[in-house]
Each structure stands twice: as structure tokens, then as C-alpha cells.
């Protein structure tokens, strides 16, 4: 039985950026999952300005397009261009970015191993042991990263933690018969709660529909995605649909366990107002790193050290909860008040750079009354 300093179950974002900090800190850490990469992953693989900023390395080899704009919709003929002089979002495939950000990692000096299901988990002062079928691992600190049905959340609180939410998305590959491209759409149309998009990915487009809350009556399912799909691209190829729940509720998390974090949507740390994930996932991945290699240089204890990190995070994706709930509960307004030329240039700099969106959010729930007599303008550039 070897003994690690960190065990992070996970290689996706957040399990890779942490195993990524700790390897080049020179901590010997271990990675596991479950899958064989490159592995697929229901996603719709776009990364914004800041997480291209957080990520440690470039993904240039990965990235399909970059893009400067999103279109706003609501209802047909009713739409809106947020334009930014620099890039907003870079287009990925998950398969390709999760794999090249795992051979980083490897690069930096985690190992890496797959795993069998986990049969449960032993902590104690000192460290902690990861039991599976074939073997058992022992490390000082553990980071569950394995995502929105985290089995490591699960052996730590329960099936349902009564700060745990999830929203649900659906996303499949699109090959119109024109072969045109698209630019970035958020379509608030077609579903409530939520909205529809589409993401351009050079030879393909990747076109979902998601929900911040799936606890309702509104179920998304592949035939309300074809339905959707169809009404936009008419006979289009359409390849790999695949769903997944995301992982929301990280801002009332308990921090109360000291050699276990949660990191990505293992931990919710997804927004519930843009769907994004990526960006929580590699900054707590990051903020759990730095936690557990403070401790072990002598400095604060690590949970503490990942409960002050993350504060700000946290804080975020708290108004960006509220902001969801007001602002997908009052589409009519919130829609005019997003597209309204004064916050244009605030909401497309909040998606990319993030530290304001939550914050955007409440002005536009304050501002948005003065906007609602106002008319909307059919292309606002
Ligand atoms: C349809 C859809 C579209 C989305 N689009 C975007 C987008 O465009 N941009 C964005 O930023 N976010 C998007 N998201 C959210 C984003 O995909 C997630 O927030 C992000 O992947 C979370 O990263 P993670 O590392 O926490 O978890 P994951 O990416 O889910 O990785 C978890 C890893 O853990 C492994 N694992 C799970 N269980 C176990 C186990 N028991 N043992 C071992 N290994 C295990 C898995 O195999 C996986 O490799 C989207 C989500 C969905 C569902």
C-alpha cells in the first residue's frame, strides 16, 4: 500500500487542475477514475476568458474557434448582439480538452490509475484510505473531483446533502446539411428555467438545451432536443446525444471534514445563472491544491486554508443563485434589462471575466424596471 500526499478521485477539470498545482509543487500525487481517456463527457465545451486565464497551461492545440460575440434570444425575431472587442469564449470538445489537460498533467508528474467502484472510505487524523475492490490507497489528504453523482460526496453526507442542487443539460452534435456555421447562441425560448444554445465548433455546431433546476415538471429529454433541433437546422446530422446533471450548492457547503474536499461539481461549484462549470471546477481544484501543500509546508490548516480560498467563489455562485431565480422567474424583464445598450458591454465582459456576474445580476434585477417600458432593439451590436 502506497502512501500519497493527495489522492484526488476525478481527472476532469477540477481533478486536474489540483493534481497539476500539487505535481509541480512537487507533492506526489495520485489521480483516479473510472474511465479510460479520452472519454466522453456531456458538456458543451466552452471555456470563457477566465478560465483560459485559470488554466496553468495554454489549450491552444484543443481549442475548434474562438469567438468575440454571443446572439441573445428569446422568441423568433427577437434577438440581440453582445460584442467584445477581445475574445469571450474558446470552443472546445470535452473528449479533446479533458484529455489534453490530463497529459499535462501527467507531464507535471501526477500518476494516474483507473479505478473500479469505490467501496468506501477510511479517515482518520493522520490520512485517509480510498478502498476499492482491487486495492486499497492511502494518502494524507483526499479530493473527491468525480463530478455531479460524486461517490465521495456520497460516503461524506449522504445521498442528498440538504445544500446539494442540480440543474440538468442536454447537448448533441450537429452537422447542419449547409454546412454553415453559426455564431454563440443563448436562446431563452425554448424551455423555461433555463434556455437553449448554440456553440460553434468549426466542423460542427454543439446544440443543447439546459435547466438550472430540474426539481419541476419540465423534463428535457431527447426528443424535446431533436424537436429543437430540427426547428432550428431542419434535417441536420445529429450525433452523440448525451445529458447530464450539474452540480450546484457549493456557497452552503459545510467545511467541516479535515482531510476530504470537494472540488468541481463534486462540490457545486457549477453557476446556476450561466451553466458554466469549468471555470468553478479548475479554481476550486486549484484552491484545494493550495490548501492541502500550505499544510504540508507547515502553514494554516488545510480546511480552513480551502474554506478561505474559495470565499469568494462561493459568495459568486451565492448571487448567481438568487440572480438565477429572479432572473429565469422574470424572463420578460430580465431579458430587456440584458439586452438594454448600457448593460450590453457589463454582461459580455461578466460572462467572460466572471468576477461580476453575480454582482451584474443584482444591478440588472435593480435597474431592470427602468428598462421595461423600453423598446427592444431587433440587432443591438
Ligand atoms: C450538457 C452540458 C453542457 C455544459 N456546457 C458547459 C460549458 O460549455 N462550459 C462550462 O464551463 N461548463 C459546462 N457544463 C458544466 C461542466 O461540464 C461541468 O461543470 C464540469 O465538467 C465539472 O468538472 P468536474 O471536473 O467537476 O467533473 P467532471 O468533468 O464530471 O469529471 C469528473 C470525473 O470523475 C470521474 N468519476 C466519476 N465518478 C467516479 C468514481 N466513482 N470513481 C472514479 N472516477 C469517477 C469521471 O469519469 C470524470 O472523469 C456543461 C454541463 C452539461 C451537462
Not at 477510511?122 to 494518502?139: M, W
Not at 470565499?311 to 429572479?326: E, I, K, N, T
Amino acid at each position: 500500500m502506497e502512501r500519497w500526499d493527495a489522492i484526488i478521485i476525478g481527472a476532469g477539470p477540477a481533478g486536474c487542475a489540483a493534481a497539476w498545482d500539487l505535481a509541480t509543487a512537487g507533492r506526489p500525487v495520485l489521480l483516479l477514475d473510472r474511465a479510460e481517456f479520452p472519454r466522453h463527457k456531456a458538456c458543451a465545451g466552452g471555456l470563457t476568458r477566465k478560465s483560459l486565464r485559470a488554466l496553468r497551461y495554454s489549450v491552444a492545440p484543443v481549442v475548434r474557434e474562438t469567438v468575440s460575440a454571443i446572439v441573445v434570444e428569446k422568441q423568433s425575431g427577437e434577438a440581440a448582439t453582445l460584442a467584445s472587442r477581445n475574445a469571450v469564449c474558446a470552443m472546445t470538445v470535452r473528449q479533446e480538452l479533458d484529455h489534453f489537460c490530463l497529459q499535462q498533467t501527467l507531464g507535471a508528474g501526477a500518476e494516474f490509475a483507473r479505478i473500479g467502484p469505490i467501496g468506501g472510505l477510511d479517515i482518520s487524523s493522520d490520512g485517509v484510505v480510498v478502498r476499492t475492490a482491487e486495492q486499497d490507497y492511502r494518502a494524507r489528504f483526499l479530493i473527491g473531483a468525480d463530478g455531479v453523482h460524486s461517490r465521495v460526496r456520497q460516503l461524506l453526507y449522504g445521498e442528498s446533502p440538504h445544500w446539494f442542487w442540480r440543474g440538468f443539460a442536454l447537448e448533441a452534435r450537429v452537422y447542419p446539411t449547409n454546412g454553415e456555421g453559426s455564431e454563440l447562441i443563448f436562446d431563452f425560448a425554448p424551455v423555461r428555467r433555463g434556455y437553449g444554445w448554440v456553440f460553434p465548433k468549426h466542423d460542427h455546431l454543439n446544440v443543447g438545451l439546459g435547466v438550472y433546476d430540474d426539481s419541476g415538471s419540465q423534463k428535457l429529454d431527447r426528443a424535446r432536443l431533436s424537436l429543437y433541433i430540427h426547428e432550428r437546422f431542419g434535417d441536420a446530422r445529429v450525433e452523440h446525444v448525451t445529458g447530464q446533471f450539474l452540480g450546484f450548492g457549493a456557497e452552503k457547503a459545510p467545511q467541516a471534514e479535515q482531510r476530504v474536499f470537494l472540488a468541481g461539481d463534486a462540490g457545486g461549484f457549477a453557476d446556476p445563472l450561466t451553466g458554466e462549470g469549468i471555470y468553478g471546477a479548475i479554481a476550486s481544484g486549484q484552491a484545494a491544491a493550495a490548501a492541502i501543500d500550505g499544510e504540508l509546508r507547515g502553514g494554516a490548516a488545510a480546511q480552513r486554508a480551502f474554506a478561505e480560498l474559495t470565499a469568494r467563489l462561493r459568495q459568486d455562485l451565492q448571487l448567481s443563485a438568487s440572480g438565477a431565480r429572479w432572473f429565469y422567474g422574470n424572463l420578460d424583464l430580465g431579458y430587456r434589462a440584458l439586452t438594454a445598450p448600457v448593460f450590453r458591454g457589463a454582461v459580455i465582459n461578466a460572462y467572460a471575466n466572471g468576477t461580476k456576474i453575480a454582482g451584474l445580476a443584482n444591478a440588472v434585477r435593480r435597474f431592470a424596471r427602468i428598462f421595461a417600458s423600453r423598446p427592444i432593439n431587433e440587432t443591438v451590436t
